[in-house]
């Protein structure tokens, strides 16, 4: 039987079970929190195992490896900034988002929590941060379509064009009907398979190359500044401490990803957060490590032959296994993506629904009104991106982090500091928004020296200096927000 006829059939039936699990998820969707948030009723695994594979999307199967075929095992410094960012992001931000968003007047996106934590009389502050979740996620959903076209055109042959056409269908088709349950569920699955597939194919591979000794070999031979953590094998330069700096930085972005901290504000329970913080981080480490071997011992294996790096997970899946096999484990870059995807484009529903569309009309719509407004923004969203995805082929990795650093730099602080510190104002958290998501734009922009370290740095520390001036250049909150605020804290604790 013909191999990429096998493959096409795999990618059916998980295109099937993904469409079918949106469908129950549909028929549990009866209200706009059902539809953002599933009912705040989200179990430890697929709490934990959702987030996972939402944040880290195509880029863990694409980009990561990518980076580690050029960059070698420096890369890894990525990989420590990210599982330490994943720890303390559920160590710091889980329990009280939890907590807060729910008696922040029962919130159900980011932007309408941050109105209700600090009683803002209009809706500046809704606004922009809802601009801002619109403007960021384009660039991160168009990378997620970059990586699945890049998916059906070297398993297919498919022209690009049609190949970010189909992923971006399949995503929508069940975004639209389930909502969040669906993406959920099936971040769930996807999350288990993205997993599995990071397990196998390293241990095939090694084994099919001799053992880990043979390996080690071949890199040596070919590269040996591929195996020094302190050398860019690229350049064969010694790593300077901007560029580390830069690679560790990417743990800050993760205070701020509005698509990962939904999964907080959706658990069922706070007892359950200890249980989803172990799944989570495990998963993370098991997953990274994982990923930086691919790359290496794709260099291994093709040497410098490789075109494209970040295909470099596709060609060794290609070279070692049955059509059957390869179909299960290149499905898994499609879980990938749409694992992200799915849950980017929710939000952006979320923030035009709930945040910008009630607060520019100032009406109150029926709750099924609401949740076909927010399929419909899911469509439009994805086009949006598509456009941007057929026009700008850039790598996953470069897309992934200019969105990233947008998020981390414009919605970490302020959340950070909006959880903990009482004192903070609306004009502090508005001028820190603006601040951080202005500088990561700017900063992104120009190049060489101290312009190469990574701009959510500058972006989160001017934020957070933005919003300390801002709160003390302004009155300080009233005793009845400073009460509920310690109310709050207390039910953390």
């Not at 880290?56 to 900034?81: C, E, K, Q, T």
Request: aromatic fraction near 12%.
């Amino acid at each position: 039987m013909n191999a990429d006829f096998i493959i096409t059939c795999t990618f059916f039936v998980y295109l099937s079970v993904m469409v079918a699990v949106g469908w129950l998820a549909y028929r549990r969707t009866n209200n706009l929190s059902d539809y953002i948030l599933g009912g705040r009723n989200l179990g430890p695994w697929a709490t934990a195992i959702s987030a996972g594979a939402s944040d880290m999307s195509a880029w863990l199967l694409m980009g990561l490896p990518g980076a580690a075929y050029i960059s070698g095992i420096s890369a890894v410094w990525i990989a420590v900034g990210l599982l330490l960012g994943t720890w303390l992001n559920w160590r710091w931000m889980a329990p009280r988002l939890r907590v807060y968003t729910f008696q922040a007047s029962d919130s159900l996106t980011l932007p309408e929590f941050l109105e209700h934590r600090f009683h803002t009389t209009g809706h500046a502050l809704r606004l922009v941060s809802a601009a801002f979740i619109l403007f960021f996620f384009l660039f991160y959903t168009a990378s997620g379509l970059v990586a699945g076209g890049k998916l059906f055109e070297t398993v297919f042959g498919v022209p690009y064009p049609l190949a970010v056409c189909i992923g971006t269908f399949a995503i929508i088709s069940y975004t639209i009907l389930g909502g969040f349950l669906a993406v959920c569920w099936t971040d769930l699955i996807q999350g288990l398979m993205m997993a599995a597939a990071l397990l196998v194919l390293p241990i095939v591979a090694i084994g099919e190359m001799g053992g880990i000794g043979n390996t080690l070999e071949n890199i040596q031979s070919l590269n040996p500044h591929l195996l020094q953590i302190r050398i860019d094998a690229a350049t064969g330069n010694s790593l300077q401490g901007l560029a580390v700096i830069s690679s560790m930085a990417w743990g800050l972005g993760y205070f701020g990803q509005p698509h990962i901290l939904a999964r907080f504000s959706a658990i069922r329970s706070l007892k359950d957060l200890p249980t989803a913080r172990r799944i989570a981080v495990t998963w993370t480490g098991i997953t990274l490590i994982c990923s930086v071997l691919i790359g290496l011992i794709g260099f291994a294996r093709f040497g410098t032959e490789v075109a494209d790096p970040e295909s470099i997970f596709m060609l060794l899946v290609n070279s070692l296994f049955h059509p059957v096999i390869a179909g299960i484990l290149l499905a898994a870059i499609l879980a990938a993506v749409m694992s992200t995807a799915d849950s980017q484009l929710l939000v952006c529903s979320a923030a035009f629904t709930e945040d910008i569309t009630r607060c520019l009309l100032r009406r109150d719509f029926s709750q099924k009104a609401l949740v076909r407004l927010g399929r419909l923004t899911v469509v439009v969203i994805a086009g949006a991106a598509m456009f941007m995805a057929l026009r700008d082929e850039k790598t996953v990795l470069a897309l992934v982090g200019q969105a990233w650093a947008g998020f981390g730099a414009t919605f970490g602080p302020v959340l950070l500091f909006s959880l903990y510190w009482k004192r903070c104002t609306a004009t502090g958290a508005i001028s820190g928004m603006i601040t951080g998501g202005l500088i990561v734009i700017l900063w992104g922009r120009a190049q060489g020296g101290l312009f190469d370290l990574y701009e959510i740095v500058p972006g989160f520390f001017f934020s957070c200096l933005a919003i300390l001036i801002g709160s003390y250049l302004s009155p300080p909150p009233s005793p009845e927000i400073e009460a509920e605020f310690l109310t709050m804290s207390d039910s953390c604790s």
